[in-house]
């Protein structure tokens, strides 16, 4: 029997359980921090998160201060509850065993599991207060740490496990490509979208960003003068390649800017074009879009003519198709350019057979497959194997689809219909 009043020993009780209880939280709360947001802190000259991201930058003194305690006031907490076993009921076993029950029961429920779950959910707020805490104690009690941690590092050497040095953490791309989507209320939308396309661009070639060779406007340096004239002055583009008779066979690019007081002038004439030609330059389809960005900043170069692996001219890429692929289209368009894709009331939407795959995919919010063919034109074609009529019906990836006009041996309009259960709302 003990001469401590009952009351004093439950109240002892009580205050073992809270200590542990604080323990489990700090173990929670720091190892679920989010490490980044504890660094923006610090960095904005939070004293506790500069020391909770201190402790953090070794995890196995952390651990080892916070699980001493945990464990010693557990520990604690059963022999005291044994003697107030003895206490109420004696020595008898059922008593014993019972008291067992309880404490674990108590542990769990007051000590554990509940400071866990609160932990978890308040990391970020409570990191940076309990590092005031758990600083001081390491900085004491660092020597029995130190040589528990000795064992700790025998164990795992047996076991040829290594830790990360410094609680260093790798994030991959696609779990920062969530952490920007999860972002919602901190991220306005539009940069959000920026970011979630820069993430895309190591997947994107060249190829999938493209104008198709059949879009492009080229001058033929062999035509009638006139008709050379004619072209310059009503073309809206600033830069135009020019070819020798085919489309493969070209010889420059002529620069509308720098030519265009010569055609007013009425001095155009062939070697006066040849002579204001610059060399063109090449890229090949396969090359991913970032690495593409740096080709034209290296080169100082706005516009590539891309090729296939044969060699032959596929289509065009200028910077301003890079920009479009992380910022989105431009409100401006050429005459007879894309319309709008979005759908209308009904759930349908009119598109032009020559639009991306991605283009359409990314405004219709839809899946149709992009490994293969890169136009809504080359994908119904490779399903039909054959060139199809107008008004036949499809149904491609889930997307019903109507073919509206077929011209010049390619599907030149389509109506899709939107699939159901599906909410119409454009990707990030």
């Not at 310059?232 to 020798?244: E, G, N, S």
């Not at 970032?290 to 170069?301: K, S």
């Not at 109506?415 to 259960?421: A, H, I, V, Y």
Request: proline share 6%.
């Amino acid at each position: 029997m003990t001469d401590v009043p009952l009351p004093a020993l439950l109240a002892a009780l009580a205050g073992l359980l809270i200590i542990s209880g604080f323990f489990s939280l700090a173990e929670t709360a720091m190892m679920a921090a989010t490490r980044y947001r504890l660094k923006a802190t610090a960095e904005g000259g939070h004293r506790g998160a500069r020391r909770a991201m201190e402790l953090l930058a070794t995890t196995d003194r952390l651990l080892g201060v916070i699980l001493l305690f945990n464990n010693l006031v557990n520990a604690a907490a059963a022999t005291l509850v044994s003697v107030i076993t003895i206490e109420l009921f004696g020595d008898q076993e059922w008593a014993l065993g019972a008291g067992t029950l309880a404490v674990t029961f108590l542990i769990l429920v007051f000590s554990e599991i509940s400071p866990k779950v609160v932990g978890a959910a308040y990391a970020d707020r409570l990191a940076p207060w309990l590092g005031y805490v758990l600083a001081p104690l390491l900085r004491v009690f660092h020597p029995i740490v130190w040589f528990v941690n000795l064992f700790v590092s025998a164990l795992l050497r047996t076991l040829r496990l290594r830790p990360l040095q410094n609680g260093a953490t790798q994030v991959s791309p696609q779990e920062l490509r969530a952490l920007v989507l999860e972002a919602g209320n901190f991220i306005p939308p539009k940069h959000r979208s920026i970011l979630v396309n820069l993430f895309e661009l190591e997947d994107i070639t060249v190829a999938d960003a493209m104008t198709p060779r059949g879009q492009i406007e080229a001058l033929d340096i062999n035509a009638p003068l006139e008709e050379i004239h004619h072209q310059i002055a009503t073309c809206y583009h600033t830069r135009l390649p020019v070819c020798d008779g085919d489309f493969d066979q070209v010889i420059g690019i002529l620069h509308l800017r720098r030519f265009v007081a010569a055609a007013l002038a009425d001095e155009l004439d062939r070697e006066n074009l040849r002579e204001r030609l610059t060399k063109p330059y090449f890229v090949p389809g396969s090359t991913p879009l970032f690495a593409q960005i740096q080709y034209f900043q290296e080169n100082r170069q706005r516009m590539a003519l891309v090729v296939d692996e044969y060699g032959e001219v596929e289509g065009l890429i200028t910077l301003e198709d890079l920009v479009e692929e992380l910022i989105g289209k431009f409100t401006t368009s050429l005459p007879g350019g894309h319309a709008l894709l979005a759908w209308d009331k009904d759930g349908d939407a009119v598109v032009e057979g020559g639009r991306s795959l991605r283009e359409i995919n990314r405004h219709l919010a839809i899946s149709l497959p992009t490994t293969g063919p890169r136009t809504l034109n080359g994908l119904i074609l490779e399903h039909f194997q054959d060139i199809p009529e107008a008004g036949i019906s499809v149904r491609i990836a889930g997307v019903p689809m109507e073919i509206l006009q077929t011209q010049d041996r390619m599907v030149k309009i389509v109506r899709m219909t939107r699939p159901k259960g599906h909410n119409g709302a454009p990707a990030p």
